[in-house]
């Protein structure tokens, strides 16, 4: 009969209790896939810090690009207005050839 009787409690223990072993489930749950989202999140913000290192270096090979062909856009305008000269140069010095 004790045996019945702590049966019984125990089965009321049990029974008034399931409801926080529910939630107590419910909630594991749920971190559970929260923590899913976050690793989730994590890797994606990983990617993206790559891509973003990606894209700053050819953002520095676009502008050290840039700076050479403004280099060589100075050179070249500094050699045209080099052979313009010997041009004038030239021309005069013919024209002085043909006059005299």
């Known amino acids: 009969m004790v045996d019945d009787d ?6 009321l223990y049990v029974a008034n209790r399931f409801p926080y072993f529910s939630a107590v489930n ?3 749950s749920e971190l559970e896939s929260r923590s899913s989202a976050l690793t989730e999140l994590l890797s ?3 990617e993206l810090a790559r891509s973003k290192v990606v894209l700053e270096m050819r953002c520095l090979e676009l502008e050290e690009q ?3 062909s403004k280099v060589e856009e100075k050179e070249m305008k500094e050699a ?3 052979l ?3 041009l004038e140069v030239t021309q005069c010095i013919t024209l002085q050839i043909i006059v005299t």
């Open 6 to 11: 702590e049966n019984v409690r125990y089965r």
């Open 26 to 28: 419910s909630r594991d």
């Open 44 to 46: 994606t913000n990983e």
């Open 66 to 68: 840039r700076d050479r």
């Open 80 to 82: 045209m207005a080099s």
């Open 84 to 86: 313009k000269k010997e």
